[in-house]
């Protein structure tokens, strides 16, 4: 089970607030503030509400108040209906395509936590080695969503922490393809995370590469990744003018070489092809898939908008992570995707996959596609 | 302070500007008093920042200054819904001799959607707005719990509609002026977020109120003015059944006024949602928790009961454009002080009252208004 309500109260005072603070304003000194979480949840109001709306488009949708043991409360939405006095919880679950989604509720650090533990967790210890592959592509602020929210890694590294995981043995690892690799870093706000916890960040286009190949492609894939005992993917997820969307799959493509990536990318039918060949020789990887903003429109680039989804996704099988997202958004079919299931990478059958947590249809919304505009010249 | 004069334009789903309405509404206060244009010292202007029609204006002062050609200081007090009353509290204390409140919004020519969502912005974005709690389904939350604890139905939230719309059909400036709504047709419309029908939902709608303050001696004073707040969230109050900056701001008017709830005999209070009309009767002392539907049953709030209640059709069927609520609520109240109001008038008339609410029972005003004689 996997705890819901959360409150931040002030020992010295016994004031609660619903979101992190760091300092209470009614004691001098900023008080002691702890976080309290409720351990048992219960329905103990439910309205069924037919109106739709754009960020709630499916209707009917039902709204509980959950109460816990303290006496907290929280609204929850959800389709399944629930009567009073029902127990409620989030239930993990070990199945290999499992997705968890989780809305985050003004604490990265607990939305982090909750979408890993819903899918069983992160097996490490002291001497795991870890690499962490967030989305830099551009020199970018994070509030343009081109880059992965810095956030969402802060509060991942400290999760590891937590479990035992050493500083040291993290690393992080990406390969710049719009401006300069250290540029992106701190424009991106991550040089700031690496330089506070002294971490790693690897710029994969001086890495040394190991050659694979699939199918009759050929990759070199930076040698950090056969190093690792564990990766971690981190995309910002978005739309993308032409494959959709890019999340978890795409992601992954810039630990190969920057001359194997131009190859690839020639065409977009060799680029789909790529995308998924390579999870081929890829090693496995847990996916925590950045919507806390999230991209919509004409992306992944500057032309696309921020669309301040405000939830984070996470699965062992990426394929299954970027379909939920893609659904999530009411997207249509990404090609990519498709094929990635068709070849057993994961599994694109939407039938097939387990959501924990937040339930899918209860945050569906409306992205807008990437369409293209008369503005965009490609290059 | 007293009122020297109140205006409104006619609420309605007409596309008309916000300035137009403005300038409707102001005209008509203007001619309501004995001041001109050139003896106002100040503006407490209340409009929403919506985005959602054809309107893109967040600098309202300004426009304000250029319709009516003044450059006097023009304060703006924004309190969604519960604006229009806030800015008469704003006013009432600035200390200058004759003030302009105005409110005035354009919310309601976009689809039924983008309204939703656009009112929806005043509550919490996070826990509220990402769990699909739209003011509807934030309402009939409060109703269920009310329900559950207190002997209230469904049944009398609809006599609460029934009353109001009976009322509106009185009042020219309504909405629904001249429309009759049977109760059966309250009752049998759809649930649009259970135990709330569509009928115990307010009516979003164009308009703009006015009120001019003054020093001088009127033949209505304001008597009392009471102003409080509560969180955001409503799942994060002690209680969900009752507003205590509902209660908080009706103790400071009633001290002001020196008198108690028996006193006022005519009541406007803010029902967005039916369901707020009942929770109201409680909290401002006009009986006690857990026996509004009593008031209800009893015929009391009619408009020839007791303590009639939302005469001019309240929010529910005069209609609801946000920030110029409050002041509706005041032009009806002064217009039944001085015996102004047709056939809708009551027989009795010394004090009156207004409840305007910001959010869902996030920010209240009471304000106590007394015949004074002219």
């Not at chain 2, 939703?116 to 509550?123: D, F, G, K, P, Q």
């Not at chain 2, 609801?320 to 509706?328: D, E, K, V």
Request: hydrophobic content about 40%; proline content about 3%; charged content about 25%.
């Amino acid at each position: 089970m996997v705890e819901l309500i959360i409150r931040w109260i002030c020992k010295e005072c016994n004031k609660k607030w619903i979101y992190p603070i760091e300092k209470c304003v009614y004691c001098k000194d900023g008080g002691k503030i702890e976080k309290i979480v409720g351990k048992k949840t219960k329905v103990v109001g439910v309205t069924k509400i037919s109106i739709p709306s754009p960020i709630h488009p499916i209707v009917p949708y039902y709204t509980l108040i959950l109460e816990d043991e303290n006496g907290n409360r929280m609204p929850k939405k959800v389709m399944k209906e629930y009567k009073i006095g029902d127990e409620f919880s989030w239930k993990k679950s070990d199945d290999e395509n499992a997705v968890a989604i989780v809305k985050i509720k003004y604490d990265y650090d607990e939305a982090v936590k909750q979408a890993l533990e819903l899918i069983g967790g992160v097996d490490v210890d002291d001497s795991t080695r870890v690499l962490i592959k967030p989305d830099v592509m551009v020199e970018a602020y994070p509030y343009l969503a081109m880059t992965t929210n810095p956030k969402v890694v802060k509060a991942l590294i400290d999760y590891l922490v937590e479990k035992g995981v050493k500083v040291e043995n993290i690393t992080l690892a990406e390969q710049t393809q719009y401006g300069d690799f250290g540029k992106a870093v701190s424009k991106s706000g991550f040089g700031k995370i690496v330089k506070e916890l002294g971490i790693k960040f690897v710029d994969v286009s001086k890495s040394e590469f190991v050659e694979k190949e699939s199918e009759g492609i050929n990759f070199s894939i930076a040698k950090e990744v056969f190093d690792s005992d564990l990766v971690i993917n981190v995309p910002i997820l978005k739309t993308h003018l032409l494959l959709g969307i890019v999340g978890a799959l795409e992601n992954m493509t810039r630990l190969i070489s920057a001359e194997n990536y131009k190859e690839l990318s020639k065409d977009p039918k060799k680029a789909v092809e790529g995308i998924v060949q390579l999870h081929k020789v890829l090693p496995k990887y847990v996916t925590l898939g950045d919507a806390s903003i999230g991209m919509q429109g004409n992306g992944p680039m500057k032309y696309g908008e921020p669309a301040f989804m405000n939830m984070v996704l996470a699965s062992c099988d990426p394929v299954a992570l970027d379909k939920v997202f893609q659904e999530i958004g009411l997207l249509k079919d990404a090609e990519h995707i498709e094929l990635a299931g068709k070849l057993d990478v994961g599994c694109s059958d939407l039938r097939e996959i387990v959501v924990v947590g937040d339930e899918l249809d209860a945050c569906r919304r409306e992205l807008k596609p990437a369409i293209g505009s008369k503005l965009i010249k490609m290059s | 302070m007293y009122v020297q004069g109140v205006g409104m334009s006619k609420f309605s789903v007409d596309d008309e500007s916000s300035f137009k309405l403005a300038d409707d509404a102001i005209l008509e206060a203007l001619k309501d008093s004995n001041v001109s244009m050139e003896d106002i010292d100040a503006v407490v202007v209340a409009t929403v920042d919506t985005l959602m029609t054809d309107e893109r204006q967040r600098h309202y002062q300004s426009l304000l200054s250029s319709l009516l050609k003044k450059k006097i200081p023009i304060i703006r007090v924004p309190a969604v819904c519960g604006g229009g009353g806030a800015a008469l509290w704003t006013a009432n204390r600035l200390g200058f001799d004759n003030v302009l409140v105005v409110a005035t919004d354009k919310i309601a020519c976009n689809k039924t959607e983008a309204i939703t969502n656009e009112i929806l912005s005043a509550a919490d974005r996070v826990w509220s707005q990402e769990e699909g709690l739209i003011f509807p389904a934030e309402n009939a939350l409060l109703a269920q719990q009310y329900m559950m604890k207190f002997d209230a139905t469904s049944d009398d939230l609809a006599m609460i509609a029934h009353k109001n719309h009976e009322n509106a059909f009185l009042n020219p400036k309504a909405a629904f002026y001249g429309k009759k709504v049977g109760l059966d047709k309250i009752k049998n419309s759809p649930v649009v977020a259970s135990p709330l029908r569509l009928f115990d939902c307010s009516i979003s709608v164009n308009g703009a109120a006015a009120t001019i303050l003054t020093k001088d001696k009127t033949d209505i004073e304001i008597a009392g003015s009471g102003f409080a707040t509560d969180y955001l969230m409503t799942m994060e109050r002690d209680s969900l059944v009752e507003f205590k900056a509902s209660k908080l701001a009706s103790e400071q008017a009633y001290n002001q006024a020196e008198i108690g709830a028996s006193s006022v005999d005519v009541l406007e209070v803010h029902d967005a949602f039916t369901i707020l009309e009942l929770m109201s009767y409680e909290d401002l002392g006009f009986c006690k928790k857990g026996e509004g539907s009593k008031m209800i049953r009893d015929g009391v709030t009619k408009l020839d009961g007791k303590l009639p209640v939302n005469t001019g059709g309240g929010l529910k069927a005069r209609g609801h454009p946000i920030s110029p609520t409050g002041l509706a609520q005041v032009y009806e109240i002064v217009k039944q002080l001085r015996g102004e109001c047709g056939d809708r008038q009551i027989s009795k008339h010394k004090y009156g009252m207004t409840q305007n609410i910001g959010g869902v029972g996030a920010s209240i005003s009471v304000n106590i208004f007394k015949n004074v004689g002219g």
